[in-house]
């Protein structure tokens, strides 16, 4: 059993940036993926970037990539999301998510663990 509780949402103006975490509470997250998923009004959930925790490992959905860096902090078993030059079209609750297994998937069916979610919203 793994709990993942975000933080760090907000309301942000377009350009500006915000940076979410994930704390996990596991005892070791090595043979896990975490990932961050997004939410907006009437979508589907979606993809946008996960880190394998061993190897450090990252991958990142076409539409963030460049403006999103996804990190972690072993020692604080603390996963990170660092959201520079939003954009509106960000706007949405953010989940961060965990899986045991050494391959990277974007499908929300990929991952057990989920946390509540954290708002973003960016003004234009």
């Known amino acids: 059993q793994v709990q993942l509780v975000e933080s760090g949402g907000g309301l942000v103006q377009a350009g500006g940036s915000v940076r979410l975490s994930c704390a996990a509470s596991?005892?070791?997250?090595?043979?896990?993926?975490l990932g961050w998923f997004r939410q907006a009004p009437g979508k589907e959930r979606e993809f946008v970037a996960a880190?394998?925790?061993?190897?450090?490992?990252?991958y990142y959905a076409d539409s963030v990539e460049g403006r999103f860096t996804i990190s972690r902090d072993n020692a604080k078993n603390t996963m990170y999301l660092q959201m520079n030059s939003l954009k509106p079209e960000d706007t949405a609750v953010y989940y961060c998510?965990?899986?045991?297994?050494?391959?990277?998937?974007?499908?929300?069916?990929?991952?057990?663990?989920w946390g509540q979610g954290t708002q973003v919203t960016v003004s234009s």
């Open positions: 998510a965990c899986r045991w297994s050494s391959v990277i998937v974007t499908s929300t069916l990929g991952y057990r663990y």
């Open positions: 596991a005892r070791t997250l090595n043979s896990y993926v």
């Open positions: 880190i394998m925790w061993s190897g450090n490992l990252t």
